[in-house]
């Protein structure tokens, strides 16, 4: 039997050198090759030179360590040149842009080997700036409801459609005289219990809240008596988005005597 033909590594790593440029430019994200010894860009597709801002043949020859803007990249990249170190490392960073803005990335960082002596590192990168500008615009959402909802005379209780608490302002705990570790914790079975036995008929106020479940539509409005002998008015509300109902928003008020 013949012995098969020896194999020329250095000739598979040339060979695989000559594919990466076509191969990273077939991915959808910003992608560099970075050579181990200096940390140097020896290629990157064009989604890196959009993150960049730059053509990508200006991040040819570039020190990657020279593209982040935060201390702990040093860090990182001591870790991506130690040859002991991890063979994948994963962190959230910024990448600096020509015009010297920070851009806020997901970078990936893995060290492929065709071949003996033949190493890369692969730095793939995903641009977070529309994740991180809906996140602080869902911020600045929750702040403004909150703020809303502190406005209210009324007490305000909104529940989703299984259940659970979404939000309340102080005015429905100090109605319903709930204690504050049951709200910060949002332990939701626990404030509904103190709600039920807070009521002068348990029964009939869970039957009710039954019937108003049972109906995600339903408006309705109900008078409740504590044990304490205040008299409540309950109004409850669908909450609803693209018309379909999402949740339920119901507030609380002392009834006015003789309601």
Same mark, same amino acid.
């Given at each position: 039997m013949n012995n098969p033909l020896p194999v020329d590594r250095f000739s598979i790593a040339e060979a695989a050198r000559r594919t990466w440029p076509a191969l990273i430019e077939a991915m959808l994200e910003a992608v560099c090759l970075v050579e181990p010894e200096g940390l140097r860009v020896v290629a990157a597709n064009a989604a890196a030179g959009r993150l960049f801002g730059v053509d990508p043949a200006e991040l040819v020859g570039r020190d990657m360590r020279a593209t982040a803007s935060t201390? %702990? +990249?040093? /860090?990182?990249? %001591?870790? *991506?040149?130690?040859k002991g170190g991890a063979p994948q490392l994963l962190s959230h960073s910024f990448v600096v842009r020509a015009d010297g803005e920070a851009v806020p990335v997901v970078r990936? *960082? #893995?060290?492929?080997?065709?071949?003996?002596?033949?190493?890369?590192? !692969? *730095?793939?990168?995903?641009?977070r700036s529309e994740q991180v500008r809906a996140e602080a615009t869902l911020a600045d959402s929750v702040a403004?409801? /909150?703020?809303?909802?502190? #406005?209210?005379?009324?007490?305000?209780? !909104?529940?989703?459609?299984?259940g659970h608490i979404r939000n309340f302002n102080r005015r429905f705990a100090a109605l319903w005289g709930v204690p504050d570790?049951?709200?910060?914790?949002?332990?939701?079975? %626990?404030?509904? +219990?103190?709600?039920?036995?807070?009521?002068? #008929?348990? /029964?009939?106020?869970?039957?009710?809240? /039954?019937?108003?479940?049972?109906?995600?539509?339903l408006r309705a409005t109900d008078m409740l008596r504590l044990r304490s002998g205040a008299l409540i008015e309950r109004g409850t509300l669908p909450q609803v988005a693209r018309g379909r109902p999402i949740g339920r928003v119901f507030t609380y008020r002392i009834a006015a005597p003789g309601a």
């Open positions: 201390p %702990e +990249d040093d /860090a990182f990249w %001591e870790r *991506v040149a130690d990936r *960082v #893995s060290r492929i080997e065709p071949g003996p002596g033949n190493a890369l590192w !692969v *730095v793939a990168l995903v641009d403004e409801l /909150a703020a809303t909802l502190e #406005s209210v005379a009324d007490g305000i209780l !909104v529940v989703d459609l299984g570790e049951m709200l910060l914790l949002r332990a939701d079975d %626990e404030v509904f +219990d103190w709600m039920r036995r807070r009521v002068e #008929s348990p /029964a009939t106020y869970e039957r009710r809240l /039954a019937e108003i479940e049972a109906d995600p539509a």
